[in-house]
């Protein structure tokens, strides 16, 4: 059996942990620069704030309504979601971490009876219900379980532990008939990998429900539609096609980009940010064991002013290299050469095009390398912001006011990821 825990409105969640007096509060978070809300939580939804709404369009109608509004705070998400995934390792055979705040479980086996039915689901929502005691408990993040025998059915399931009040959080798909009445109520978008393109050509076709579709024959699904259709089809019928993916696979491009909190004129902040940038995915490249061998760089004014002026330059790299200072250099120059004054900035970023793997690395016989004093700097580099803090030791080319930061007003502190902004606790 497979489950999906899910976490209930994950960024607004986060922000309670810490702050216990926003329980059962409306919350929002905004994205980068404060631009718009990309989460609300089950209290924020009910007032009627919309979902990706420019933030000051809303700005009054939030504070009427005494919504709590949050700048988004990835550090702290970041390391919350890691430690739910690692408690929910104790629950699991096998996990794939499916993103920052769902996961696919490989449920142990619960040896139960087989041939009781009721008991057998009884015995899987008993499990879904101390996974979600559990990270509560530890975590104080609420999480939904869904449990089925395909991942598909584990996603459905989660659906519709969130929308019904009886399942507490917790629903298992054990009995396939037994759910005919339900599964006829919901639509076919809601299913795993059913985007609005296959619900509107299953419409047409009269296939509405996901009773509907789980009754369709998987050959003439996959005549009509496409092979992943009739693998739906199978996974809603308990048969798994879909297994849980383990390796992540590394990426080929690395971006590392920003729209700056406000509009750049001159050379030298831009430079600081391209800096900023470059050693930001010069961080991300070393994570995934890699060395660039091209990086391309890129400036641009807002696409709403009058000369738009987005340019960008592709430099090939002297030799493969995952040292930031090699590629801060080459990013100062590129940003240099696109530089113009008289224009106002608003963007910029530098691209690790082409990423080849550090070992095996093929060598050319002639061909220079990165040297070895390179690569240890680097790792005391990434030791030293591992164990301090991210941007504890940094390149002054970065600069150190970074006037053209992106806004963040609203930002939480960084209770679990920076010592200066650990939590106090006054005891009297
Ligand atoms: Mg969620």
């Known amino acids: 059996m497979f489950a999906l825990v899910d976490c209930d409105s994950f960024f607004a969640s986060c922000e309670q942990i810490f702050r216990p007096d926003l329980r059962g509060k409306p919350i929002v978070v905004l994205s980068n620069n404060d631009g718009c809300i990309v989460a609300r939580n089950r209290q924020a939804k009910a007032l ?3 979902d990706l709404v420019a933030y000051f369009k809303v700005k009054q109608l939030l504070e009427k309504q005494q919504i709590e509004v949050f700048s988004s705070n990835y550090e702290l998400y970041g390391d919350i979601s890691a430690r739910v995934m690692d408690r929910l390792q104790d629950f699991a055979t096998d996990m794939e971490i499916y993103s920052i705040d769902e996961a696919f479980l490989l449920l142990p086996d619960l040896n139960i009876d087989d041939t009781n039915a009721s008991q057998n689901s009884n015995a899987y929502w008993q499990y879904g ?3 979600k005691k559990t990270i509560w408990k530890d975590i104080r993040v609420p999480v939904s379980v869904g449990i089925g025998a395909t991942k598909t059915l584990a996603k459905l399931a989660s659906h519709i532990a969130k929308q019904s009040l009886r399942c507490q959080g917790v629903c298992a798909i054990v009995n396939l008939p037994r759910w005919q009445k339900v599964f006829s109520r919901i639509p076919v978008k809601k299913i795993w990998g059913i985007g609005r393109k296959y619900a509107s050509r299953l419409q047409a076709d009269h296939i509405y429900s996901v009773w509907q579709l789980l009754n369709c024959n998987p050959k003439t699904i996959q005549r009509r539609y496409s092979v992943n259709l009739e693998r739906t089809v199978e996974e809603l019928n308990g048969i798994p096609c879909y297994g849980l993916e383990k390796e992540i ?3 080929q491009q690395i971006i590392s980009s920003r ?8 050379l030298e902040p831009l430079q600081q940010a391209i800096s900023q940038y470059a050693s930001r995915a010069c961080q991300k490249l070393r994570t ?3 060395l660039a061998t091209t990086i391309n760089v890129f400036i641009q004014t807002s696409r709403f002013e009058e000369d738009y002026y987005a340019p960008a330059l592709s430099i090939k790299l002297p030799c493969p290299t995952n040292d930031t200072r ?3 250099h080459f990013a100062r120059q590129a940003v240099w050469q696109l530089y113009k004054p008289h224009r106002r900035y608003a963007k910029a970023g530098v691209a690790i095009t082409e990423i080849i ?3 095996p690395q093929q060598l050319d016989f002639l061909a220079p390398v990165q040297s070895s004093h390179s690569e240890n700097l680097m790792q005391v580099l990434d030791t030293i912001n591992q164990r301090s803090g991210s941007g504890t030791a940094f390149f002054l080319a970065q600069g150190i006011q970074q006037k053209w930061k992106m806004n963040r007003f609203m930002k939480s502190p960084s209770y679990t990821t920076r010592w200066l902004d650990l939590p106090c606790i006054m005891i009297r």
């Open 249 to 251: 696979p590394d990426k």
């Open 288 to 290: 995934q064991n890699a």
């Open 357 to 359: 793997s550090r070992t």
């Open 326 to 328: 090699t590629i801060i």
């Open 48 to 50: 009627q704030v919309p």
């Open 259 to 266: 729209s700056f909190g406000k509009k750049i004129t001159e």
């Open 129 to 131: 219900r101390t996974i």
